[in-house]
């Protein structure tokens, strides 16, 4: 089947049933202008943020019926997700409920229909109140990285007031209107510079009445099968006289917006297959896979579309993120959007180009691991795996190109004049030289904060990024023999052959895994998915038959899931000891993960293993984008027979959409290729 030929509508028959407390993976919608979060509700929506405007943090469209509170009822709702809509169903006593959410398409704003319909056999009253709130704040475009601005309402922003106390209005009793002044006009206190936001919610028909706690109420009297409809608007801004305006428009045609959000979304995913398309700078090769395994090249594209940003205040240019919905919401970190670039630097070449050339407008570009690219500021820490995952993204982005000529005389702006795309890979590729150990051969990558932070005992002297610079020095030296400079292509060679006989006297023969080596020459063993992985992708066929074999009985007996991985096996000695954060420790995997290990097997001629799990993984695709975490089936039950995502709530913090589960495409592309 051809990926343009998936219903994708599919999606809608994966049900997720869960009540309100319950820890689990929310999903999110977006319309490229901000996105939002549903919830185990039948109408209430979380985290709504369209930058500069963010009710992150905010909760809001809680139902009561007849006097039950939805929330603290316990009921169930089942909740099933599409790119263009979420639908939301439930029961109490007689009375079914089910919901459409949809997000405008252009507009700061989202859409809902709601209906109730009376099973019982006889009439019956219909007592109903809207719960709504919309506090949000305004900030500008500065602090925007991973965390976004946030209205405070977490214990730890007990000492704040962002956000909690807006100007609230009755807009001619059709809906609430809250708005937060401009603090720094105001003279009011401020966490932090303010700027004007607001958020109107508006109903249709006009609630009945206004309730002495806010709520919006109606009272209808139902005869036995009879429906009740009603539609909602909210929407976002900082011009309360606009906001309102645009929401009284919307909520009077919810039926063709829904309509509309369905159209448009259809068509970009069809653009994603079309050379010439008007939506992206670039295509992706419409894969015809079989049938059962294309649920996994379709999540992994669709992980690529829901971190699409085309924000007003950037003009409309495109510019991806990397996590959705509730953080990052116009941030990137390097490692994550790098190991999308195999798939991003085919569908859209002139993103790629933008988001890395902020990272050689750095005064370091080792210094930061993520950005904000509505300022193209850099934050964080250094990340000593974005020296490998940098210049696999600059080299993919060649790759793309039909490794153009053009494309390596083409200049980044930095700090001290531009810089040739050729140099900056050059230096990429040779980065690790100033960290080798002149006793191992092996370069020092520094303690766990710069790598897997999850894992406290993979540090210093790691085979993963040693190996990954055996494969970068690689594919330097291809290009310097494309370029006829035959003799420094050889000296890289014999660099590379040199640095692999060293990570190879790391590995635990019989065992399948490898050890980290200390800066006092001592070693530990490291029994990671990650590590192993790298390995494979970037140096496989210079181990021997016997460690290939070892490396996959290591995988199946300790790594390996029916759907899944676990990235640290059970029997590593930090196993637990380090948290039950899933996308790195014992619990589950990355998105990125299965992904590598797959790409590592196929390198290593094992496509009868990795067709195998890919069956499985197709499953776990059925929910949607990938996430940035996935639970290891036997801890937390599958949904839908995958592995089931993480929750976004800490200690875990692991989001419903990771942009790196795009490697999955190029995991089937390669596959597609070994099976024909």
């Given at each position: ?504 006297e790391l590995y635990v023969e019989g065992h399948g895994f490898f050890q980290c080596r200390q800066p006092d020459g001592s070693r530990r063993d490291v029994r990671m998915a990650y590590d192993v992985a790298m390995v494979l992708y970037a140096m496989g066929e210079r181990l021997s038959l016997e460690q290939q074999q070892e490396i996959v009985d290591f995988f199946q007996r300790e790594l390996q899931t029916p759907g899944w991985l676990r990235q640290l096996s059970p029997q590593d000695g930090d196993a637990a000891v380090s948290g039950t954060r899933a996308d790195h420790q014992f619990c589950g995997a990355y998105a990125a993960w299965p992904a590598l290990f797959s790409l590592g097997l196929l390198k290593i001629g094992r496509s009868d293993i990795v067709g195998d799990w890919l069956n499985g993984i197709a499953r776990t695709a059925m929910q949607g984008p990938f996430g940035q975490g996935h639970w290891d089936e036997s801890m937390v039950p599958p949904t839908a027979g995958g592995a089931t995502k993480v929750t976004d709530e800490l200690p875990h913090g692991t989001h419903w959409s990771d942009i790196s589960g795009a490697l999955f495409y190029e995991v089937m592309r390669q596959y597609r290729d070994v099976a024909r």
């Amino acid at each position: 089947m051809r990926l343009s030929h998936y219903p994708v509508e599919n999606y809608l028959s994966t049900p997720l049933v869960h009540r309100f407390a319950d820890e689990w993976s929310r999903p999110g919608l977006t319309n490229f202008l901000g996105s939002v979060q549903c919830d185990a509700d039948p109408t209430a929506i979380r985290h709504p943020v369209f930058p500069p405007v963010s009710g992150a943090e905010e909760w809001t469209g809680f139902l009561t019926v007849n006097g039950v509170f939805l929330p603290s009822s316990g009921v169930e709702v089942d909740v099933r997700w599409s790119p263009w809509q979420v639908r939301r169903g439930a029961r109490v006593g007689d009375w079914e409920m089910g919901s459409v959410l949809a997000m405008v398409p252009g507009e700061c704003a989202l859409v809902q229909r709601v209906r109730f319909t009376n099973t019982a056999s006889v009439p019956k009253p219909l007592d109903i109140a809207f719960r709504m709130s919309g506090r949000c704040v305004n900030r500008g475009i500065k602090d925007w990285f991973w965390a976004v601005p946030t209205v405070s309402t977490q214990v730890a922003d007990l000492h704040h007031s962002s956000g909690l106390n807006p100007k609230v209005e009755i807009n001619d009793g059709r809906g609430k209107l809250f708005t937060y002044p401009d603090q720094a006009k105001s003279g009011a206190a401020s966490d932090g510079p303010h700027h004007n936001a607001c958020c109107y919610q508006v109903l249709n028909p006009t609630p009945e009445r206004w309730l002495r706690n806010g709520d919006a109420g109606y009272i209808f009297a139902c005869d036995a099968g009879e429906s009740v409809v009603l539609d909602l608007a909210l929407v976002m801004g900082s011009d309360p006289q606009i906001t309102v305006a645009l929401g009284d428009s919307l909520v009077t045609g919810v039926e063709d917006l829904i309509a509309k959000a369905e159209a448009d979304w259809r068509q970009t995913w069809n653009d994603v297959f079309i050379p010439g398309n008007p939506t992206f700078s670039g295509h992706l090769e419409n894969l015809d896979l079989p049938e059962d395994l294309v649920p996994v090249a379709v999540s992994a594209v669709m992980g690529l579309l829901a971190h699409r940003r085309t924000l007003g205040v950037l003009e409309g240019v495109a510019y991806y993120n990397i996590l959705t919905p509730r953080r990052c919401e116009t941030g990137f970190y390097n490692w994550d959007f790098c190991l999308a670039s195999p798939t991003l630097a085919r569908l859209d070449p002139d993103a790629v180009w933008r988001q890395l050339a902020m990272v050689w407008q750095q005064d370091d570009w080792r210094k930061y691991n993520q950005y904000n690219f509505m300022t193209g500021e850099g934050a964080g820490w250094p990340y000593r795996a974005d020296t490998f995952n940098l210049f696999f993204a600059h080299w993919n982005l060649w790759e793309a190109s039909g490794r153009s000529p053009d494309l390596l005389a083409r200049t980044f702006d930095t700090q001290d004049g531009r810089r040739t795309f050729l140099s900056c890979l050059e230096e990429l590729a040779i980065d690790y030289r100033k960290d080798v150990d002149g006793a191992s051969g092996l370069a020092d990558f520094g303690g766990k904060e710069g790598l897997l932070e999850c894992v406290t005992t993979y540090e210093h002297q790691v085979a993963s990024l040693n190996a990954g610079a055996v494969w970068c020095l690689e594919r330097l030296a291809e290009l310097r023999d494309s370029n006829g400079h035959t003799s420094d292509a050889a000296a890289l060679r014999a660099e590379a052959t040199h640095l692999a006989a060293a990570v190879k006297e790391l590995y635990v023969e019989g065992h399948g895994f490898f050890q980290c080596r200390q800066p006092d020459g001592s070693r530990r063993d490291v029994r990671m998915a990650y590590d192993v992985a790298m390995v494979l992708y970037a140096m496989g066929e210079r181990l021997s038959l016997e460690q290939q074999q070892e490396i996959v009985d290591f995988f199946q007996r300790e790594l390996q899931t029916p759907g899944w991985l676990r990235q640290l096996s059970p029997q590593d000695g930090d196993a637990a000891v380090s948290g039950t954060r899933a996308d790195h420790q014992f619990c589950g995997a990355y998105a990125a993960w299965p992904a590598l290990f797959s790409l590592g097997l196929l390198k290593i001629g094992r496509s009868d293993i990795v067709g195998d799990w890919l069956n499985g993984i197709a499953r776990t695709a059925m929910q949607g984008p990938f996430g940035q975490g996935h639970w290891d089936e036997s801890m937390v039950p599958p949904t839908a027979g995958g592995a089931t995502k993480v929750t976004d709530e800490l200690p875990h913090g692991t989001h419903w959409s990771d942009i790196s589960g795009a490697l999955f495409y190029e995991v089937m592309r390669q596959y597609r290729d070994v099976a024909r």
